[in-house]
C-alpha cells in the first residue's frame, strides 16, 4: 500500500510535515481510476481485518481524514456501501479528490478543514465510521490525533487506522533510499498505536496488528525505480515482486510486516 511522503519541516500540532510537502506530493500522483485491488497482496491482510470488524449498509456514514486522491473512498464504497465524507486540511488536496471523485461517478462530501480545527454540528454529526491511512504516524505526539479520531465518530461507532511499519525491515530500507522522508516518520509500532488509543479511555480494540507478510512498497524503493527510467525500474521492481511473492509463506511480523492496522470501537 503506497504511503504518503512526508519532509523536513514541522507544522501545526506536533505535525513531521508542511503543506508544501503535500502540495509537491500530489503534483506527482499519476491521474487514473479510484478502484482499488482490495485483494492484492498489499491489501489484502486489511481488507482481511477491516471485514472481520466493520460494519456493513448504506444507511452507515463513514469520513476518512487525510482523504486525497479518494482511493479509499472509493473502496469503502464499494466494499461497504457507506455514504461518503472525506477530509483534507489542504484546498488543493481537496479539489483533487472532488475532481477524481467526479470524474469517477463517486458521490462524496469532501471538506477542507484541519481535523484539529473541525468540529461537528447538525449538518456534520459524528460518523458511524472515521478512517485513515498514512496519517497518524506523520506526528511526534499521535495521541491527540489519534484523540480526534475518536471525537469524530459516535459512541459506539468504529474507528480504522491504518499506517506503515517503519519500525522494521522496511523502515531501516527507507532510512538508507530516503533518509529525509524516514527522519519525518514517527516510527510507530503496533504497540504504540493500540496503547495510543488506549489512552483516550473511550474504545475498545476489536482487532488489529502487523499485516502483510513481505512487502517493500512502504520503503521508496519503487518510487525511487521508478525515477530512474523504464528500464531500470523493470530490473529493480522484478526481483522485489518475486520477493514478495515468495514472502507470502512468512507469518506477519514485527520486523518484516510493511503495514500496522487497527480497529476499534468508541465505548462513549
Known sequence: MPEKPSSSKADGPSRLTAPEDWTRFWSTVRPGPLGIKHRHRSFAGIDDLFSRHLPRGESRRFLELGCCPGTYLRYFHDRFGYQLTGMDYLEEGCEETRARCAADGLEAEIIHADLFDFTCDP????????ASFGVVEHFDDVVPCLQRHVDLVAPGGFIAIVIPNHSGLGGSILRRVDPERHAMHNLMTWDDLRTGLERTGQVDILGGGYLGHLG?????????ARSLGRLPHLAIKAPLTLLEHAGRVLPNSAYLSPTVAVVARRTE
Do not use: G, K, M, S
Open 123 to 130: 449538518d456534520h454529526p459524528p460518523w458511524d465510521v472515521v
Open 216 to 224: 517493500f512498497w512502504n520503503t521508496a524503493l519503487y518510487q525511487r
